[in-house]
C-alpha cells in the first residue's frame, strides 16, 4: 500500500478542492491519503465523499499551528480525532480568528509599497477557508510583484521582513492533549525543516513527549538526512510512531502526492490508538 499522510486542499493553503486532491492521490497511485488542512477540518466530509466514490481510503486529519514560549513555529498532525471536541474547537477557532486579523494587518503593511488590496487576497481564499500568507503570496503573484508563492516567502513574507506579524498560535504541548482529548493521533510534522526557520531544542520535544506525542514526520522532504537520523532514533527511544508524507499543496508547492509514505503498519496502529473519529474506506 502507498499511503500519504499529509495534504492540504483550498479550505486552507492548497490550490485543489478536497475532493480535487482525493482525485489527485488517485492519479498518483496512492491506497490512501489524509486531508491535513491548517486548523479546519470542513474539507472532511467532501473528501470522504469523493473516496468513496473513487475507491480510496480518507484518513480525516488537520495541521495545529502552534508556537513555544521562544517564538518558534511548530506544527502538529492531528489524525482521526472528535472535529466537535470542544477544547480543541475553542482552539483552533481562536487560531484561524487571530490568522484573519493578522492578514489584514500584513495586506495593510504591504499596500504601502505594493499594488495590494484586501480584495485582491480574498480573491484566493476559498469560501470558509483559513486564511493565511499563501493567499498574500497569491495575490502577489497575481499583481507580478513575485513569479510564484516560493519567492513571495523567500522575500517579501518572510517571517524577518517588515510586513511580518505574529498571531496567536497554542504551546505544542497544549496542542497536543487538546488532541489526545479528542481521541486524536498527535505527531509532529516536519520537526527538524531547518529551511523554514528556527527548530526546537530538547526541552520542547521532552514536552510535547510528555503530554502525549505518539508520532513524528519523519519522511519529509524539508527534513534534512542528518536531521531524519535524529528522529528515528528519538522515536526508538520513547516509542513513537514515524510517519511519511508529502506535505501536498497542488500547485501551491513542488511536493508531489506520494514523493514520501507511512508504512501500512503505522496506519493499522494510529487507526488502533484513536477513538475520536475513522478511516473511511
Not at 491535513?36 to 470522504?48: E, F, Q, R, V
Not at 487571530?98 to 499596500?111: C, F, G, K, N, Q
Request: hydrophobic residues 40%; charged residues 20%; proline residues 5%.
Amino acid at each position: 500500500m502507498r499511503i500519504d499522510l499529509h495534504a492540504h486542499s483550498n479550505v486552507s493553503d492548497g490550490t485543489e478542492t478536497p475532493a480535487g486532491v482525493i482525485i489527485s492521490a488517485v492519479a498518483a497511485g496512492l491506497d490512501a491519503v489524509a486531508l491535513t488542512d491548517h486548523d479546519s477540518t470542513d474539507g472532511w466530509d467532501p473528501a470522504a465523499a469523493a473516496a468513496r466514490e473513487h475507491g480510496i481510503a480518507f484518513v480525516p486529519g488537520m495541521e495545529i499551528s502552534c508556537r513555544t514560549e521562544q517564538g518558534i513555529s511548530v506544527h502538529l498532525l492531528s489524525y482521526l480525532h472528535d472535529p466537535h471536541h470542544a477544547g480543541l474547537l475553542e482552539e483552533i477557532t481562536k487560531s484561524k480568528d487571530a490568522r484573519l486579523t493578522r492578514a489584514e494587518h500584513m495586506v495593510t503593511l504591504l499596500s504601502e509599497d505594493y499594488p495590494l488590496t484586501w480584495d485582491d487576497v480574498i480573491h484566493h481564499v476559498a469560501p470558509g477557508a483559513t486564511v493565511g500568507r499563501p493567499h498574500i503570496a497569491d495575490a502577489l503573484v497575481a499583481a507580478g510583484v513575485v513569479a510564484d508563492r516560493s519567492e513571495a516567502f523567500t522575500s517579501i513574507l518572510t517571517s524577518h521582513s517588515r510586513y511580518f506579524v505574529q498571531h496567536y498560535a497554542p504551546n505544542p504541548a497544549v496542542a497536543v492533549e487538546l488532541v489526545r482529548a479528542a481521541g486524536g493521533v498527535p505527531v509532529f510534522a516536519h520537526p527538524v525543516a531547518s529551511s523554514r526557520g528556527r527548530i526546537v531544542g530538547e526541552r520542547t520535544y521532552r514536552e510535547m513527549i510528555d503530554a502525549g506525542l505518539m508520532g513524528l514526520e519523519v519522511e519529509h522532504r524539508d527534513n534534512p538526512e542528518e536531521g531524519r537520523d535524529f528522529l528515528r532514533m528519538l522515536a526508538a527511544e520513547h516509542g513513537l510512531l514515524i510517519t511519511g508524507s508529502s506535505d501536498y499543496h497542488g500547485a501551491g508547492k513542488p511536493n508531489l502526492l506520494g514523493e514520501n509514505t507511512t508504512s501500512p503498519a503505522v496506519l493499522a496502529r494510529i487507526e488502533e490508538m484513536a477513538t475520536g473519529s475513522t478511516v473511511v474506506r
